[in-house]
Nanobody, 115 residues
Framework: QVQLVESGGGEVQAGGSLGLSCAAS????????MGWYRQAPGKQRELVAT???????NYADSVKGRFTISRDNAKNTVYLQMNSLKPEDIAVYYC?????????WGQGTQVTVSS
């Protein structure tokens, strides 16, 4: 089936930057929308940012001006550049991909921000 593999998670100092990458693998994939969601300890999963195949983006208010989402359609890969990281950004970040058939999720990558 389809697999989403995230990479780039880790630990950074508050105010630092981190870049996430997610590659979708599978045959003849047509992915309409890709995005990032996150789940902080004790909280529900929330949208971080999404991007369509046409390049339209959507960001959560909490990350606007700090995070940038981009994608490489040919590689079915989505990226999330995170700048000015805050302790509030600590969470497991999940990659998401939407096709005409169904929705897929990655297993998540941990982002930790040290105060």
């Amino acid at each position: 089936q389809v697999q989403l593999v995230e990479s780039g998670g880790g630990e950074v100092q508050a105010g630092g930057s981190l870049g996430l990458s997610c590659a979708a693998s599978g045959r003849n994939l047509i992915i309409r929308t890709m995005g990032w969601y996150r789940q902080a300890p004790g909280k529900q999963r929330e949208l971080v940012a999404t991007i369509t195949s046409g390049g339209s983006t959507n960001y959560a208010d909490s990350v606007k001006g700090r995070f940038t989402i981009s994608r490489d359609n040919a590689k079915n890969t989505v990226y999330l550049q995170m700048n000015s990281l805050k302790p509030e950004d600590i969470a497991v970040y999940y990659c998401n991909a939407q096709t005409i058939f169904r929705e897929y999720w990655g297993q998540g990558t941990q982002v930790t921000v040290s105060s």
